[in-house]
């Protein structure tokens, strides 16, 4: 065997090593998601001295009542279906009636508005009275979701040596990109690597030494996904990659602004309506001043920067949908919000943005159902926008033309069909291992590098990288689903999972919409398409989800 | 909370569905990759660097018909085979879709699912594909047509197995060589890209009697016992149908042996447009059929609308009467086998090309009754024995028909000759077209007489 079937077969073990690389990162990142929880224990436990019976109290927020859907059912034929709820503040526990018939007491004085409830007081519902205890009174096993079961007590890998995965694993994609130099200077993957390594560790400082944050994983993920991302444009457009970098900062400060933010779900009210007139403004502003890029007109130039405000109002959107709870658990008055759903999807079809406005239907089905918990909304506002949208083809049927090869690429491969039909042949040229970073031909497509990234991190990456970043990004809702229950307040579990579904729902539109699965619509792939506003509007989500996790605001290093 | 929990399995559907889109993505990217991965436009194989790495094509003798050698490409070194079997093998460039090089050409440079393409050079492997067709066949084929300088086309096939012996398109060129086609050269390489044997149609002329003759043996029970005078020329339908001579008093298998134009449309007005289309739907003329999972042109038969006299015209291949080469060569076999077709193929050795999931139409379908079949094969033959005269296959028992068709005022007509051999050792169906020339018997003759008596000698019958 000579040197050079030597030194081929080296650059082909990188490129095997590479997808189980990335497997075993984003494997190790859920993996530390699932450690170091709080072992399955009640946090306080109601006493009925009479009957002796115990309820555990599982959560920050929990409802009582004798509905069977209740936290804690209380079956007392007194008690109103939903009765009162007991929450867990920052500075204690704390109780508030709802509207119930016969009302709630507390030490024998009927609580009305929020009342203090301490160890040992006395809280009677209905018929029935309770003393309220400390959470090792309850002696008996607990059942926890399956998410955080069965892991082992060893201590999760430790987050700095999560983020030398990372770091390593960007290196490797930058000595990719070096070795299929296409005579361009070789050394600037060297460069941008320099840079995002930068990036990546002071991120990770700042949260370790200045934030004292006990986790990392989430914020590893998304370092994980944006480092891939902005090392993928290197051989592409080399200035996007430090645009990209410099977004991405942008979106990991946003990201720790909204943790502070939100740290009190009793005041985020507040900011409600201020937020909701920005979001109409942001967008109302795109209308105006936007340009017409690939049919939607969801960009405008502010100097040399591009900026994509309804990338921002996703936030914006996710944030108002929860936050108009006024009394915890009990409003289920959506007409504010509908409103306001209506004229941000309403404003993003003017726009043309049908992939946004699509994104931000089904985040609206998502919040509805989750604070209302009723079908019929859902398929009423299923109904009225299957409604819309006929509305809109009868009157504009020039609408449908721009997905008209949806299903059909190959028909139409020279026209509509253009982008699907390269990114699939350039996907299955990659194969399972790729062609190596740079080396692809998918990058001269128009907007490969946003709309088309999925194809073009298949064919230099290999399909398993491919799946396995969108695995990353899809899991997300399964992490924020675990972590429901875990919550400080129904306003976070509702940000984290609504966040997350989001993120799913673009990453759905994204990957299917460039392989001719769904219709084109020219969306963003989570953390890896290049787009600043995308980025830092992802970024923005996922603070909803390290919100949500109680150990983000309750455990310090 | 738990009713937050409950409410929030809704996001996990969102996730179940992202699964299951990609289980289905990926379903299709399994299916479909070796397809999707051949496209004219993918800079992975495409130009002349797509075959530095690739596998050679040899023909069903084992002769190289393509090969690389050192990263350059080469061809066979005899220029008449190279540009005989250039529609069958390609060239470098995608241009020629339906060219081995073209349809396989990532099994050719060794893609699988699992390397993709750019695999380094030393880890690669290349397939080797061999090819059914015959390069001294189509050479003689071509030496012939060539020497015509117009476009054309002659197929020969196997009715028994399905493979193609023989397939020469001109025009063509050299594929060691290729012209770089300007806008000044432009006219004279008009249509050098297409395959005539499986992509073009052409008007039949007298050859679609094979039809016409079907329907009427099928639906006029005392066909045999009628007979005709000819004078030349008969108004039918208010204008005139012309014979090329008087051929006086005919019966039914002596009009097909002189060709008499005026009793085919006599038998076309009587049988009328629709047990016409009928016949010529059940035959495949208005389908396509099936080689290598390329769809071949399809033929074209319908007089749903036309005026009688047209009507007439249809029936012996004018009107607006479209047939394929190729087309013609499975139907002239299907006469041979008792009314049965079998698709052709072009690929020799199929296990290496079926392991990497390409599929191959086999079987065929009934085109005739068993009796009908029986009963052309017995006129066709009755036409090279009373007409032709057997000495011009070199004793092979050939069944065949001409046909001269007539396609513009100012234009040469096509002359076509398709037909088959009877012989058990040489079981090969053929059809040859040659635009704007002349008679079919003068100019599509010649070239099927070199190709026949090359192929019958090959393989021992003669």
């Given at each position: 065997m000579d040197m050079a079937v030597l030194f081929d077969l080296g650059v082909v073990a990188l490129r095997v090593l590479l997808p189980i690389y990335a497997v075993f990162i984003v494997y190790q990142c859920y993996a530390a998601m699932r450690r170091r929880r709080r072992p399955e224990k009640p946090l306080v436990t109601l006493c009925n001295p009479v009957t002796g019976l115990k309820l555990p109290v599982l959560f920050w927020e929990n409802t009582i009542g004798r509905s069977k859907s209740s936290d804690i059912v209380v079956d007392d034929p007194a008690v109103s279906r939903s009765h009162c709820v007991l929450l867990r503040r920052k500075d204690g526990w704390f109780i508030n009636d709802v509207g119930s018939k016969c009302g709630t007491f507390v030490n024998g004085r009927e609580v009305h508005g929020r009342t203090r409830v301490l160890i040992d007081d006395n809280i009677s519902i209905g018929n029935s009275e309770f003393e309220f205890r400390r959470g090792e009174e309850y002696e008996e096993r607990l059942r926890s979701s399956w998410f955080f079961s069965k892991v082992s007590n060893k201590p999760a890998v430790k987050s700095y040596k999560l983020m030398l995965l990372v770091t390593v694993f960007h290196f490797f994609l930058c000595v990719e990109a070096m070795f299929w130099n296409d005579g361009s200077d070789t050394y600037a993957p060297l460069m941008l690597f320099g840079a995002l390594a930068a990036v990546e560790w002071g991120f990770f400082c700042i949260s370790y030494f200045v934030l004292r944050r006990a986790t990392f994983?989430?914020?590893?993920?998304?370092?994980?996904?944006?480092?891939?991302?902005?090392?993928?444009?290197?051989?592409?457009?080399?200035?996007?990659?430090?645009?990209?970098?410099?977004?991405?900062?942008?979106?990991m400060i946003i990201f720790c602004v909204i943790i502070k933010v939100i740290e009190d779900p009793d005041k985020v009210n507040k900011l409600r309506i201020p937020l909701m007139i920005a979001a109409v403004g942001l967008l109302l502003t795109s209308i105006v001043f936007g340009k017409i890029v690939y049919g939607a007109s969801n960009w405008i130039y502010i100097g040399p920067f591009s900026v994509q405000p309804s990338e921002l109002v996703k936030v914006i959107y996710i944030f108002i949908g929860a936050s108009a709870l006024d009394k915890l658990q009990t409003n289920k008055n959506l007409l504010e919000f509908i409103i306001f759903s209506v004229i941000c999807v309403g404003l993003l079809a003017v726009m043309g943005d049908f992939g946004t406005a699509l994104i931000f239907f089904v985040t609206f089905l998502l919040i509805a159902f989750m604070r209302s918990g009723d079908f019929k909304t859902i398929i009423l506002a299923v109904a009225a926008a299957v409604f819309g949208v006929t509305f809109v083809l009868r009157f504009k049927p020039y609408v449908a033309d721009r997905f008209k090869a949806w299903g059909r690429a190959w028909e139409y491969a020279n026209a509509e069909g253009y982008q699907q039909t390269h990114v699939l042949t350039?996907?299955?040229?990659?194969?399972?291992?790729?062609?190596?970073?740079?080396?692809?031909?998918?990058?001269?497509?128009?907007?490969?590098?946003?709309?088309?990234?999925?194809?073009?991190?298949?064919?230099?990456?290999?399909?398993?990288?491919?799946?396995?970043l969108a695995l990353a990004v899809a899991l997300l809702v399964v992490y924020a689903r675990a972590i429901t229950t875990r919550s400080r307040s129904t306003f976070y579990s509702i940000t984290a999972c609504c966040a997350a579904g989001l993120l799913a729902v673009q990453l759905s539109l994204n990957i299917f919409g460039a392989t001719d699965v769904l219709p084109l619509t020219g969306v963003t792939f989570p953390f890896i398409s290049s787009g600043g506003s995308s980025i830092m509007a992802c970024w923005g989500l996922i603070a909803f989800i390290k919100a949500a996790d109680e150990r983000t605001y309750s455990m310090k290093r | 909370m738990k009713r937050m929990l409950r409410r929030s399995t809704m996001t996990l559907m969102i996730t179940l569905a992202f699964i299951g889109g990609m289980c289905y993505f990926v379903f299709k990217l399994v299916t479909g990759a070796s397809d999707w991965v051949d496209q004219p436009y993918n800079a992975h194989i495409g130009g002349s660097g797509g075959l530095a790495q690739a596998g050679a094509i040899y023909d069903c003798n084992g002769v190289v018909l393509a090969q690389t050698v050192d990263g350059e490409r080469v061809y066979n070194e005899s220029e008449s085979v190279r540009r005989a079997t250039l529609h069958a093998v390609g060239d470098n460039s995608l241009n020629?879709?339906?060219?081995?090089?073209?349809?396989?050409?990532?099994?050719?440079?060794?893609?699988?699912?699992?390397?993709?393409?750019?695999?380094?050079?030393?880890?690669?492997?290349?397939?080797?594909?061999?090819?059914?067709?015959?390069?001294?066949?189509?050479?003689?084929?071509y030496d012939v047509l060539a020497s015509y300088d117009k476009k054309g086309a002659c197929v020969i096939y196997n009715y028994k197995t399905g493979e193609v012996v023989c397939s020469v398109s001109t025009k063509g060129?050299?594929?060691?060589?290729?012209?770089?086609?300007?806008?000044?050269?432009?006219?004279?390489?008009?249509?050098?890209y297409l395959d005539n044997v499986r992509s073009s149609s052409y008007a039949p002329g007298s050859i679609f009697k094979i039809v016409t003759a079907a329907a009427a043996i099928e639906n006029i029970p005392d066909i045999y016992e009628r007979s005709w005078t000819c004078y030349g020329s008969h108004e039918i339908g208010g204008s005139d149908i012309t014979c090329v001579e008087a051929h006086g008093t005919v019966d039914f298998k002596y009009a097909m042996a002189c060709s008499c134009n005026y009793v085919f449309a006599e038998l076309a007005t009587e049988l009328g447009p629709e047990i016409m289309k009928q016949t010529a739907d059940k035959m495949g003329i208005n389908s396509s059929f099936e080689a290598d999972g390329v769809k071949l042109a399809k033929g074209h038969y319908n007089a749903d609308g036309a005026t009688e006299n047209q009507l007439a015209w249809s029936g012996v291949g004018q009107y607006d009467d479209r047939v394929n080469p190729l087309q013609m060569a499975i139907i002239c076999g299907a006469i041979a086998n008792s009314g049965e077709s079998v698709n052709p193929t072009f690929i020799k050795d199929k296990s290496l090309l079926a392991s990497v999931g390409i599929k191959f139409g086999t079987g065929g379908q009934t085109l005739l009754n068993s009796d009908t079949a029986a009963a052309l094969d017995e006129i066709m033959?009755?036409?090279?024995?009373?007409?032709?005269?057997?000495?011009?296959?070199?004793?092979?028992?050939?069944?065949?028909?001409?046909?001269?068709?007539?396609?513009?005022?100012?234009?040469?007509?096509?002359?076509?000759?398709?037909?088959?051999?009877?012989?058990?050792?040489?079981p090969l169906a053929f059809a040859c077209v040659v635009e704007e020339s002349g008679f079919g018997f003068t100019y599509a003759g010649p070239v099927v007489e070199a190709a026949m008596i090359q192929a019958a000698k090959n393989l021992g019958a003669i």
């Open positions: 994983e989430l914020e590893a993920l998304a370092l994980f996904l944006t480092g891939t991302g902005v090392m993928l444009l290197v051989r592409q457009v080399e200035r996007s990659a430090y645009v990209q970098l410099a977004a991405a900062v942008i979106g350039y996907i299955a040229s990659g194969g399972l291992i790729g062609v190596g970073i740079g080396n692809g031909f998918l990058k001269q497509v128009g907007a490969s590098e946003s709309d088309l990234v999925f194809g073009i991190v298949a064919e230099e990456m290999g399909i398993i990288v491919a799946i396995t | 020629i879709s339906t060219a081995a090089q073209s349809m396989y050409r990532s099994q050719l440079s060794g893609y699988n699912l699992l390397l993709g393409l750019n695999m380094p050079e030393s880890l690669r492997t290349t397939n080797d594909i061999t090819l059914t067709i015959d390069s001294t066949v189509c050479k003689a084929a060129y050299d594929p060691q060589n290729p012209p770089e086609i300007t806008e000044e050269n432009e006219s004279e390489y008009d249509g050098v033959r009755y036409t090279v024995s009373s007409y032709y005269g057997d000495n011009l296959f070199g004793g092979l028992t050939v069944c065949a028909k001409t046909g001269t068709a007539e396609v513009g005022e100012d234009k040469a007509p096509n002359g076509w000759m398709v037909g088959y051999a009877k012989d058990e050792k040489c």
